[in-house]
């Protein structure tokens, strides 16, 4: 792939950008992602923002910066989060995370970005601001566009909710456009409309008040592992459904003739299982790879640890353990309520001899896009000029729960216009996000604004 001397460019800077480790979840790396705040509103001023600040908050700062052209014209509002997660386990990288390499693969033959936050979200925030600044050297933008980059996503944007509900009138817009999605692959484009919600809990089984020597007591009392290994099993049942009392109560059926439109999306499933190196799929009976994850309410453990995990042997049973669990929700669920079914049946399956906690530590609501509103269109229209094929909108399986906030506060709908795959290891190992994927992301996000404006023109003239 040959890089004009701009796109060089680009490239510098965004590998720049990924060698700042702004870890929003480890208090270690609070400067580091102050950095990555800072880095932020200078490349909206460097980008051609005649304005850009950080705006401090209880936990990490968010970046606000707008290029206000006309108040009779529209306005996008971008969103994106520079902060990113962990980078653990460290071992199981094949370069330093921090230490951005560009390399080859069989997906991405023009090679690929590897560092943590390559693909979520820096890459994919960064490529709107890259193609603010060509729309500029072009003259070609025609609406006002307002960023906010926060620093908190990746723990649940704690402080987001209460700046947008203090600052309505500076975030007011007409649309949010955010690209922190996927797309089905480089040659089949797609549009997320749909997001799943999200509970996310930890739990502690508590036993002997220490632990205790595994040949003198074992056999004689409750060992934590072993009860939250078995209270973990009883979450779901043979079928796969989760068992919890309640839970599927609000659940959206969705009708077959919604279900045959989601089945048009390519999806080979062999080659889903050799990207992750499993043979065989499972999950909930009735419904299909795609559909388990995109329309169906999920639980999985994300972590378990307790006793002694060290080097070598120590036989003992462990005074506590501990497991964190997220349950993916769909529309109609209420991860408040979710939160307390699953926090009741989880204390009221623990045997007698253990003590057991329940943390919520976040969630969100479900999201939906319908594809009739002029954001979509626009973005439809995008894609089909850029990859020269329609795209095909799609329900994703993650969550972004600010998205559903946004519309509750500020009144409009967001589109999710990602670029990413999911073959690009995000929150894993080896993180990475395609060169083509970058650049090609920078070329359709005007072509978004060219369309919209156009779309908002004929609506105003009707």
């Known amino acids: 792939m040959k890089l004009t001397t701009d796109q060089k460019r680009f490239l510098e800077q965004w590998m720049d950008f990924l060698k700042i480790p702004s870890v929003s979840a480890d208090p270690i790396h609070k400067k580091d992602v102050t950095q990555g705040a800072e880095w932020v509103k200078s ?45 653990d386990p460290i071992d ?11 390399k080859n693969t069989a997906i991405h033959p023009d090679g690929a970005v590897f560092a943590r936050g390559s693909c979520d979200d ?19 933008l025609a609406c006002n566009i307002k960023f906010m980059i926060e620093g908190e996503e ?20 007409d649309i949010i456009l955010i690209s922190d999605t996927g797309m089905i692959a480089q040659d089949q484009p797609s549009i997320t409309t749909g997001l799943r919600g999200l509970s996310y809990m930890e739990v502690t089984i508590t036993g002997p008040n220490r632990d205790l020597h595994s040949g003198l007591y074992g056999g004689s009392v409750q060992n934590p592992i072993n009860v939250l290994c078995k209270m973990i099993s009883q979450l779901r049942d043979e079928n796969k459904k989760i068992t919890i009392p309640g839970f599927y109560e609000d659940v959206i059926e969705l009708s077959t003739e919604e279900r045959a439109e989601m089945d048009k999306a390519p999806l080979d499933l062999e080659e889903f299982k050799n990207s992750i190196g499993i043979d065989a799929i499972e999950g909930e009976k009735g419904f299909n790879t795609e559909e388990r994850r995109s329309i169906r309410p999920t639980l999985d453990v994300n972590g378990i640890w307790g006793g002694y995990t060290g080097e070598g042997a120590k036989t003992v049973i462990p005074s506590k353990a501990h497991a964190k669990i997220s349950m993916r929700l769909v529309p109609d669920q209420d991860w408040h ?9 989880f204390k009221s399956i623990a045997p007698a001899g253990v003590e ?3 943390i919520t530590h976040h969630g969100g609501y479900a999201y939906v896009t319908p594809i009739e509103t002029i954001g979509y269109k626009a973005a439809h229209q995008a894609y089909l000029e850029t990859f020269g094929k329609a795209p095909i909108p799609k329900r994703g399986g993650g969550s972004i729960p600010i998205v559903p906030m946004f519309e509750k506060e500020l009144g409009v709908k967001s589109i999710l216009m990602g670029f ?32 919209y404006i156009k779309l908002w023109n004929q609506n105003k003239s009707d």
């Not at 990746?154 to 817009?173: Q, R």
């Not at 995000?426 to 990475?432: C, G, K, R, T, V």
């Open 420 to 451: 990413g795959l999911d073959s690009d290891a995000i929150h894993s190992p080896n993180e990475h996000y395609g060169i083509f994927n970058f650049f090609k992301g920078i070329e359709t996000i005007p072509k978004f604004y060219k369309n």
């Open 122 to 140: 820096k890459g994919q925030m960064f490529m709107h601001i890259k193609a603010f600044e060509v729309m500029l050297s072009k003259g070609s």
């Open 356 to 358: 057991v906690e329940v």
């Open 43 to 87: 490349a909206l001023l460097n980008a051609g923002c005649p304005h850009a600040e950080i705006i401090q908050t209880p936990g990490h700062p968010i970046v606000y910066g707008e290029y206000l052209l006309d108040p009779s014209l529209p306005t996008v509002l971008v969103y994106g989060h520079y902060d990113v997660q962990p980078a």
């Open 92 to 102: 199981l990288w094949d370069n330093p995370p921090f230490e951005p390499v560009i």
């Open 154 to 173: 990746e723990v649940g944007s704690d402080n987001l909710e209460d700046f947008v509900k203090t600052n309505k009138e500076k975030l007011a817009c």
């Open 337 to 345: 309520q979710i939160s307390e079914q699953f926090t009741d049946y």
